[in-house]
């Protein structure tokens, strides 16, 4: 009687020898013990058991500390709203001016957009003469420079864009701000126009205390014209024709 499935020792060790050279085995004999099977370690730095260790993030350059140096860069290609093809809009009026009115971001009525543009715009300016201002009389900004296609300011840049115009604040120092709409109200003091926050907020920033008020955009006084009774107690706070 022979043994079933008996093998031949010389295929066996051919093949034991092709697996070990393989295994990257070189030699018979070495001084220190080697494991051959296992992973060459990686050249570069050390590694964690889930891959490289990642660069640290580069720190955020400093804003500018001017106020004509910081609008070049605001409303420049490297803003974090710009976006390639549509147009940045510049804030209008005088920096100095005692009144800096915030708005969220530019209208767009089919040409090229604008600050309080349009039928907004239309009962923007009766507001400001029922408070003896006119554009000429104020500093209007936008919190977004561009108007995205969804009509609203982009929620992923609230942060950023909320810390820009702050800072804007703080080059500017109005005598007093007056916030339209909830965008604007939410960067400045963290709130909306809340009917329960009577009298003017105290802002602080880089350059002092800017007093705000926090009123209605004119584009909801439009679709909501009830709400206008409101808006005008929050405008007689801005002029001081009521007190706490």
């Known amino acids: ?10 295929i066996e060790a051919a093949s034991a020898l092709a697996w070990w050279r393989d295994a990257g085995v070189d030699m ?42 910081f609008l070049d860069w605001r409303f420049g290609a490297a803003a974090p709203d710009a976006v390639p093809g549509e147009p940045l809009v510049f804030p209008e009026g005088d920096p100095g001016a005692p ?13 090229t957009p604008a600050l309080l543009a349009g039928p907004a715009g239309a009962l923007f300016d009766r507001i400001l003469a029922a408070i003896g201002h006119s554009r000429d009389s104020i500093y209007l900004v936008p919190l977004c420079a561009t108007r ?28 007093r701000l007056l916030l339209l709409g909830q965008s604007a109200s ?13 009298g003017l907020t105290p802002f602080n920033h880089s350059g002092g205390q800017s ?3 926090a009123t209605f955009h004119p584009r909801f006084l439009l679709n909501k014209p009830a709400a206008k009774a409101d808006a005008w ?3 007689q706070l801005l002029i001081g024709g009521q007190r706490q």
Do not use: C, N
């Open 186 to 198: 939410r960067a400045i003091l963290g709130t909306g126009p809340a009917r329960g926050a009577h």
């Open 28 to 69: 018979l004999v070495d001084d220190a013990p080697r494991d051959w099977t296992a992973r060459p370690a990686s050249p570069v730095g050390e590694q964690t058991a889930r891959g490289p260790v990642a660069p640290a993030p580069e720190p955020e350059a400093p804003l500018p500390a001017t106020l004509e140096a």
């Open 148 to 175: 995205p296609i969804t009509g609203q300011v982009p929620r992923e840049l609230d942060e950023k864009l909320g810390e820009l115009l702050r800072h804007l604040v703080g080059l500017t120092t109005p005598e």
């Open 233 to 235: 107690k929050d405008l």
């Open 1 to 10: 009687m022979g043994f079933e499935g008996a093998m031949d020792w010389r």
């Open 99 to 111: 009144l800096m009115v915030v708005t969220d971001l530019p209208e767009y009525d089919g040409a």
């Open 211 to 213: 007093p705000a008020v």
